[in-house]
């Protein structure tokens, strides 16, 4: 079985390249993507559903587009491919099939890239660390008892090992930034609007999830986003289209920016030293490239915005099993999802739509706070996370949690309404984790996290920045100085393909 050993050597775009040119084939470099998954999946459990025999299809008969002959890798969650099943990390879809491709998987495959496979995920996405009941704990290469994060922690830990340059993400409260931070990636969630997740479930969780992908060149995330971006007829959230492409953005000088930044805990109770500390080296590295950095504070109430989000999200769960109840052909039982996701779905339930409705409105007075607040200034910088990666089981309902947790799923409906703390007290955890993100998802802002630091304890910390609505383009070119300022391309985790 041929491969390609300088695999690892070249992005995505690198590999198009080699294509295009023939000094490699496309089943060439399947074969490669395929033997590096087996080297190290079983150590990191990064790919949940292999797709090689359709795979090695496809790369005899490779699509003409940017990334032609390219392998891929697919979250196992909105993104449908026809014909395999999709589980979203849940029990109650196991053996659903879809029967067409989702508007965001026809591009990739326009775009020419191979999918080989599934990623893993948490039920539903819900949580920044991939660790379903269905499939198991993804590990980071980093260190095999840390996180890869979530919920797109099953391609960031396979991109990060080297199996594949790039692989699709998803962000509904950092899933890109989340992985991509944990795994030393490169993640850009894009504008609202700006890569359709339709037509069968568009603008999912009230709009604040976005595809894309994480990577390891600012040139690949640049180049798949002009691939994928732009609307289709019939899409309801729409963005004006880019002035250019997305990749002489990537190559080009940004200017001197003015940039926000801030190591407030925003949505946490602290902010770890080491979060602190690749803030303030980022502060110095942009200084020294000529950006003005000013200190801000964060105008938000993390209290109100903790609950209200939640409101929303456990809105959102209950839809889903309802729907997937139709979908199913079932009705769903406790024992089909987790204990933390049922009690979540409970809540939900508990909501009257007037709740519903006063957390949408309370979620668009502070978008409109916000963006006012950093209308003056190009990006905004702060950690992308609360703490380094956390430990695999760290964020985990405790066996005090999980008895409430249980108590909870089966507990009326109005009593669970009249208790707003359980709200609060199931999800302050997770927010003190990913205590950063959120608010570019609720806002609808581009927003990235760039791999320029490494604690003493050789784990990776991002660096995120938040633009402009519609401003991808600036921190594409801002992501790529940087980029050459301190490359990250060549550093290598301890669990590697080669």
């Known amino acids: ?273 080491d979060c602190k500390a690749a803030v303030l080296d980022a502060v110095a590295l942009l200084t020294e490239l000529g950006h003005d950095c000013v200190e801000v504070r964060l105008p938000i109430d993390r209290e109100a915005f903790i609950y209200h989000y939640t409101v929303l999200i456990c809105a959102e769960l209950a839809a889903t099993r309802r729907e997937g109840e139709i979908t199913m052909g079932r009705k769903a039982k406790p024992s089909d999802f987790e204990a933390r996701t049922w009690a979540l779905i409970r809540l939900g339930d508990s909501f009257t739509a007037g709740d519903v409705a006063r957390s949408v409105w309370w979620m668009t007075q502070f978008s409109r706070q916000w963006m006012t607040t950093f209308a003056p200034f190009d990006a905004l910088l702060t950690s992308t996370l609360g703490e380094p990666p956390c430990k695999v089981g760290q964020l985990r309902p405790t066996s005090s949690e999980s008895i409430e947790l249980l108590a909870m799923g089966h507990l009326p409906i109005g009593f669970i309404a009249k208790r707003p703390e359980f709200v609060l007290k199931a999800a302050r955890r997770v927010f003190n984790y990913c205590s950063q993100t959120m608010p570019a998802n609720v806002t609808g802002q581009p927003s990235m996290s760039v791999p320029l630091f490494w604690n003493s304890g050789n784990l990776p910390i991002g660096a995120m920045f938040t633009g402009r609505h519609g401003q991808e383009d600036v921190l594409l070119s801002l992501a790529g100085q940087l980029e050459q300022a301190r490359p990250w391309f060549n550093k290598r985790p301890p669990t590697y393909s080669a």
Request: net charge neutral; charged share 20%.
């Open 1 to 273: 079985m041929a491969g390609f050993k300088e695999y690892d050597q070249y992005d995505a775009t690198g590999l198009a390249g080699l294509v295009k040119g023939g000094q490699v084939t496309p089943l060439e470099l399947l074969d490669e993507a395929i033997a590096r998954c087996g080297k190290v999946n079983p150590a990191i459990n990064a790919v949940i559903r292999p797709m090689f025999d359709l795979a090695r299809v496809n790369a005899t008969h490779p699509v003409d587009g940017p990334f032609s002959g390219v392998p891929f890798l697919l979250k196992d969650l909105i993104a449908s491919y026809a014909g395999v099943e999709m589980n979203s990390g849940s029990r109650f879809f196991k053996g659903f099939v879809p029967d067409q491709d989702s508007e965001f998987v026809r591009r990739i495959k326009a775009a020419g890239l191979n999918i080989f496979g599934k990623t893993n995920t948490p039920e539903f996405g819900l949580t920044p660390s991939t660790e379903p009941e269905l499939f198991g704990a993804t590990r980071n290469p980093w260190d095999p008892l840390r996180s890869p994060g979530g919920s797109s922690g099953g391609s960031a830990a396979a991109v990060a090992s080297g199996v594949v340059p790039m692989a699709s993400a998803g962000d509904g409260g950092g899933s890109i930034r989340i992985p991509a931070s944990c795994c030393g990636l490169f993640g850009l969630k894009p504008t609202r609007g700006r890569v359709p997740s339709g037509p069968e479930h568009p603008d999912g969780w009230f709009g604040f999830i976005a595809e894309g992908v994480v990577s390891r060149s600012v040139r690949d995330s640049a180049n798949f986003l002009d691939a994928v971006q732009g609307s289709y007829p019939g899409q309801v959230m729409q963005v004006g289209a880019p002035a250019g492409l997305y990749a002489d953005a990537a190559q080009r000088a940004p200017g001197r920016l003015r940039i926000a930044f801030s190591t407030d805990p925003a949505l946490g109770e602290t902010l770890h030293p």
